[in-house]
């Protein structure tokens, strides 16, 4: 008789969820012969959403979503049921709340003066534009191991358009030049638009209410095991017949020690590195604490299979640079409606239609996002959730007289109420939470081709590595649809499944696309 496949997931991101819910749809598995193995005691990896009303919620990220790409990740949730609505998809939701709560950003930029500046224009040279064009047509073996600056001039990190696309996806200029270039086709149905945002989608709450609950909740319903406060610490592996194939799994379970076998049919998919390994959270009276890799247990694992396997990829190339990798973010929880009365008018935005607004004299680099509301399931009436971020934490601040790095969440305030010229008593009633984390751009690092490895690694039997630190051709990293795409691809290459894998949409060869964005460039 034929032993049922059966899978572990080593980690309880979006990729390991993705690719449960790939092998259930398209690959025929069983959901009970699933089993997802997550360190923390939740799921959802860099995709949460927590706390409460009363001590504060918190938010480390917010990824920002399109319905012109992201066509895995679509292709996934128009298949996920909604919690709230029956009888329609994540997606069907996700697509009638846009629809009716439209992006169009007033104040992506203000000055040291409050002044919205006008962001029609781009604000490049004539020298900004060839360099540009040059960076986007040259080759990635061209651009291999390069940074941005390498390619840019000092000048070109002066525009508007830096500031706005440095905030829109967290680059800094010390980061991959290839990387860089892969964002400017891939998004560029964006860069025409990037002042108004008018091509972001959101979700109807935060990303861990609005698209890994109801992916968990159908999992789940399918039989799939997700345990949580398991650390995996080691996999065996072995070399037979030239092909490395994945064993057996040590495992720490509420700290005692198991061991699970492989069968010789058993998949193993492995989410290596983690952009939120070793974050921390501070208070209003406190700053976060500094963990470094010392106090991460994310890398390990990836770092001991890597060892002398560089089709494993090279862990070293994304998280040996702390200063390089890390900014600091921070969740404010209002208790009345003061401050989103003053933004709302100063922005001219709603709540939930307007995007970043960046203080681009700001130190800090700091940008604030005020979403709909509520943001979060179950948030009570007359309590109000906004999200901010700062791409320099390591900077004197414009207002408090140290780096962000040492701030409580009082003094974060204090500092945005200094760039806004408001008094600090409209956040009388505030909670902000900052969250350091040192390795939020570490997948951006100038990195080789050979430094991440595929989702299934040449010369492997049963493994399959999902994360943001594997190759995918043409996609980009710090995005659902990086993880949820490579998942995709490693779900049907070891299942030999039919069904082709959504391609990524050339945009960037369509005519209009690419005349619009020379149009743009000009401005």
Known sequence: MHTPIKAYLVGGGIGSLAAAAFMIRDGGVHGADITILEAMDVAGGSLDGGGNPTDGYTLRGGRMLTTDNYECTWDLFKSIPSLEHPGRSVYDETIAFNEKHVSHSMARLVDRNRFKLDVKSMGFSMSDRMELLRLSEASEETLDGTAITDWLSPAFFETKFWFMWATT???????????????????????????????????????????????????????????TGCKVEDIELKEQDGLTMATALQCLRDGVGERIELGPDDLLFFQNGSMTDAASYGSMDSAPPKLTKRDSGG???????????????????????????????FTVTLHDSTFFDRMEKFSGNTAGTGGLVTFKDSNWFMSIVLAHQPHFAGQPEGVQVFWGYALHPDRIGNFVAKPMADCSGEEILRELCGHLNF?????????????????????????????????????????????????????????????????????????????????????????????????????
Not at 310 to 315: A, D, I, K, L, R
Request: include cysteine; charge should be positive; aromatic fraction near 14%.
């Open 299 to 329: 890398w390990t694992l990836w770092e001991k299979m890597a060892q002398g396997r560089p089709q494993f990829g090279n862990p070293a190339a994304f998280n040996s640079s702390i200063p390089e990798s890390w900014w600091e973010s």
């Open 423 to 523: 008094d600090y008593e409209v956040m009388a009633k505030a909670n902000c939470i900052p969250c350091r984390m040192p390795y939020i751009t570490s997948m951006f690092m100038p990195r080789v081709k050979s430094d991440r490895p595929l989702p299934v690694p040449l010369q492997t039997r049963n493994l399959a590595f999902v994360s943001q630190f594997v190759e995918v051709a043409d996609d980009v990293v710090f995005t659902v649809e990086y993880s949820v795409r490579a998942a995709q691809m490693a779900v049907y290459q070891l299942l030999n499944v039919e069904r082709e894998v959504p391609p990524v949409h050339a945009h960037d060869h369509s005519l209009k696309v690419k005349f619009d964005a020379l149009v743009k460039a000009f401005q």
């Open 169 to 227: 996806f967290a680059f800094q200029p010390w980061h991959s030049a290839v990387e860089f270039k892969r964002y400017l086709h891939r998004f560029m149905m964006e860069f025409s638009r990037i002042e108004t945002l008018a091509g972001v989608k959101r979700t109807v709450y935060n990303q861990y209410d609005s698209l890994v609950r109801p992916l968990q909740h159908w999992l789940q319903q399918q039989g799939v095991r997700v345990q």
